[in-house]
Structures are given as structure tokens and as C-alpha cells.
């Protein structure tokens, strides 16, 4: 690891427990921040235009992809730096983050180019309401076209934290989100100098947000490129680290597609009211996205410099640690499921889908922490087929068949899909675990 990077945290010796605990608050802070920036949206939106609030719900797929694109590349160079730190090559370090950048913008390019021309296409797939198909093109264009400060800051972003600075990305997402969230009501009704845009407004805010906590971040998280000749190699290793984040995050997109179009046959309340979930769930998962990104150095590195037995207590204390601060969302989501609904929605209709939806979808909290961390430890390890292989279990195998035969019942079954999917993942996920514990750390001897 880098002299920079010691000062900072070290990784190999301590209490994990305590470990976690250093490098979590900073995160949960930032994504707090951002996860009001969410709600706070979605509020505005709401208050403006009930048909608004469903063109979020449909274009929230498309939201989830671009951040699995970016998010997934950051976290192959995390990792990638995080296992080139344990074993002492800080110059390669340094080199897989040189990459970072000339990603970001690669896949900024691709990504605007293509949902540009796709977007009422799309829109049109998800909803039979023109006005609705009208309000997902111009928000999906706008957040899509000029999405170059998510890509860039978020691949900045991790490879800071790679280094253990939690605090510059924290900052940078805090006053991204605090711009958005002023912009917001200024450029929905036109206050003050402002023009009246709508949800375009809503859209430009976004933007404006997450391209100033770019800037925050640039100055520290932009590494030179190397040579051209070392690309290849870098990326190739980078996107065999990265690639279980990035199908673990567009997985969501495809399964949260298939339960919109699943929905769609039953109403447009439907699709907002699970759009309305995955708002407050952006909020309840706090913890759990912390944990997600702060074990994921430290099981790399650990990893690398053969301390097995740091790795299972990683993974066992983040998942004890999830469950038991997840049990504050499934208490919401059971006990004041129509309050959070009405924070968006003062549709009866909304309201009355939403609260069968929540009280279902709560139960599934408490072990979804564990099937959540499964596949992030696969990945840290390099094991991209079993972190990849779950992801696709959840999301392919279970989650949107299941919601299709649940659905065959009725409206309320839908929401079994959630819990049942849960339990299987996790029962499968400690199964895998289990037989990599008896092919490895067993017959391994542990590193002080």
C-alpha cells in the first residue's frame, strides 16, 4: 500500500468491526445526502405532475443501468488498486487508475448516443399514456445526454476510496445533492430568474448536481493515463473485477423492467407504486450500500496478502451489521407503509397498492443484507463467476418469474416475489460460500 494510503487506514491489522466502522460513516453520510436528493425529487415531481411521478417510476431502469455502468467500472479499478496495494505494486496502482478516466468518458459517449435515440421507444414499451411517454423522453434524454459528471465522478470516487479517502467523496456527493436539491424547485415552477421547465427542470438539476461533485473530486481522484500499450491488459483485468458489480446493478434494471411490464397489466398505479419503493428504498439501504463499498478494499487486500480469516470476518461482521440496521426499514415499511407512500402520492389508489406492496416488501429486508454482501465478497476475492452467478440467480432466475406466477394470483401476491426471492438467494449464497471456505481458507494457514 501507498505511504498515502497507510496514513490514511490500514486494511491488514486491527478490528474489523472497528475497520468498518471508520470507513462506513463517511459513505452512509454521502448517500444520505443522496438519497434525499431521491426523495426530495421525486416529492417535487409529485407535488407538479401525478403523470411525472410514473415517468420516474419508467425511467428508473434506465437511471439504474447508467449508474451500473459507471458505478461497476469504478469498483473494477477499486478493487484492481486495492489487490495491487496489498502485494506492494503501488506503481500499478496508479496505472489501473490512469484508466479510470478515458472509461468514463468512453462509456459517457456510447451511453448518450444510444438512449437519445431509444428514449421514446422505450417510453412507449413501458406505458400506453402519451403524456407519460412525453415526460420519460424528456427527462431520459436530459439525464442520459449529459450524464459525463455521474461517469467520471463516480469512477473518481472509487478510486479515492481504493486509498481509503472516504471524506473528498463524501463532500463531493453531499453538494452535488444539496444542488440538485435547491435547483429543483427553482427550475420545476420557474421561481425567481429561473424559466418554468417542468420535469425537464427536475432533469437539468440532476445534472447540474452530479457534474459539481465531478469537479470536487477531479482535482484528487484524475490520474494520468499510462502508456496506450498497457490499456488492454489493465482494462481486461479491471472489467474481470468490475464486471459482477456492473451485471450485479443491470440486473436491477432488467428485472425492475420486467416487474413494470408485469404491473403495467394491472394499472398505472401499479408501476408507481413500486417505483415509490425503490425511492424509499434508496433511503432504508443506507447501511447496507456503505457496507457494500466499504468491504470491498479491505477483503481485496487482505486477500491478496493471504490474511484469509480477515476476509471471513468481514464478510460475517458486514452482514450481522446489515441485518441489524435493516431492521429499522422492515419496521417502516410494517408499521407506517401509507405515511411514506404520501409523502409522494395522494393518489387513494396509489396508496392502497403501495401498503400491501410495503408490508410484503419489508419482510424481505432483514435477509436480503445477507444475499446483497454474498456476491460483493465473491467479487472482492476475484470469484467474478459466483459473484455473477448469484446476481443472476436473483434477478434472472427467481425475481421475475416468480412475480409472474405470484401475479397470476392477484395484485397483492405480486409482492411474495420479494421475501421468497430473499431467502432463496441467501440460502444459496451461504452454500457457495461455505464450499469456497472448505476449497480455501481451510487448508490455508493464516498471515498475521
Not at 448518450?112 to 400506453?128: E, H, K, N, Q
Not at 472489467?239 to 413494470?260: C, E, R, V
Request: some cysteine; proline content about 4%.
Amino acid at each position: 500500500m501507498s505511504s498515502q494510503t497507510a496514513e490514511k487506514v490500514d486494511f491488514g491489522s486491527g478490528s474489523i468491526s472497528k475497520l468498518i466502522l471508520k470507513l462506513a460513516p463517511p459513505v452512509m453520510l454521502a448517500q444520505l445526502i443522496q438519497a434525499l436528493y431521491n426523495i426530495i425529487d421525486s416529492f417535487f415531481i409529485g407535488r407538479y405532475s401525478e403523470k411525472g411521478l410514473t415517468a420516474l417510476s419508467v425511467i428508473y431502469p434506465i437511471q439504474l443501468l447508467m449508474i451500473a455502468l459507471a458505478v461497476g467500472t469504478g469498483v473494477g479499478i477499486n478493487t484492481l488498486m486495492s489487490h495491487f496495494f496489498g502485494i506492494g505494486r503501488n506503481r500499478k496502482a496508479q496505472e489501473a487508475a490512469g484508466v479510470g478516466t478515458v472509461l468514463s468518458i468512453a462509456m459517457w459517449i456510447v451511453f448518450a448516443v444510444v438512449c437519445y435515440l431509444i428514449m421514446p421507444s422505450y417510453g412507449r414499451m413501458s406505458t400506453d399514456s402519451d403524456e407519460v411517454v412525453r415526460s420519460v423522453t424528456i427527462y431520459g434524454r436530459i439525464v442520459c445526454v449529459f450524464s459525463v459528471g455521474l461517469f467520471t465522478e463516480s469512477v473518481w470516487t472509487k478510486i479515492l476510496q481504493s486509498e481509503g479517502n472516504m471524506k473528498l467523496p463524501m463532500a463531493a456527493q453531499i453538494i452535488g445533492a444539496v444542488v440538485n436539491i435547491i435547483l429543483d424547485p427553482l427550475l420545476i415552477w420557474g421561481v425567481w430568474i429561473f424559466p418554468k421547465m417542468g420535469i425537464a427542470g427536475a432533469a437539468l438539476a440532476t445534472v447540474i448536481g452530479q457534474a459539481a461533485a465531478a469537479l470536487i473530486v477531479m482535482k484528487k481522484g484524475f490520474r494520468k493515463p499510462p502508456a496506450v500499450r498497457k490499456f488492454p491488459s489493465l482494462i481486461k483485468r479491471i472489467y474481470k473485477l468490475g464486471f459482477p458489480n456492473i451485471l450485479m446493478q443491470s440486473a436491477y434494471t432488467i428485472y425492475i423492467l420486467g416487474l413494470n411490464l408485469i404491473l403495467k397489466e394491472f394499472s398505472d398505479q401499479a408501476v408507481t407504486a413500486l417505483g415509490l419503493y425503490y425511492k424509499w428504498q434508496t433511503f432504508f439501504f443506507i447501511p447496507l450500500g456503505a457496507l457494500q463499498t466499504c468491504i470491498v478494499p479491505v477483503i481485496s487486500f487482505n486477500y491478496a496478502s493471504g490474511r484469509y480469516v480477515r476476509c471471513k470476518k468481514t464478510l460475517i461482521d458486514s452482514v450481522l451489521m446489515g441485518m441489524a440496521l435493516m431492521f429499522i426499514g422492515t419496521l417502516s415499511f410494517e408499521i407506517i407503509p401509507s405515511q411514506l407512500l404520501s409523502v409522494f402520492s395522494g393518489d387513494p389508489l396509489v396508496i392502497k397498492i403501495g401498503t400491501v406492496a410495503f408490508r410484503w416488501i419489508g419482510a424481505s429486508f432483514i435477509p436480503m443484507s445477507a444475499s446483497l454482501i454474498f456476491p460483493v465478497f465473491f467479487q472482492a476475492i476475484g470469484y467474478s463467476l459466483r459473484s455473477s452467478l448469484l446476481t443472476i440467480v436473483r434477478t434472472v432466475v427467481l425475481f421475475v418469474p416468480l412475480a409472474w406466477l405470484f401475479s397470476r394470483a392477484g395484485l397483492d401476491y405480486f409482492w411474495i416475489t420479494y421475501p421468497v426471492t430473499e431467502i432463496i438467494t441467501t440460502a444459496i449464497g451461504f452454500v457457495m460460500y461455505k464450499h469456497f471456505e472448505n476449497e480455501n481458507i481451510k487448508t490455508k494457514a493464516e498471515i498475521s
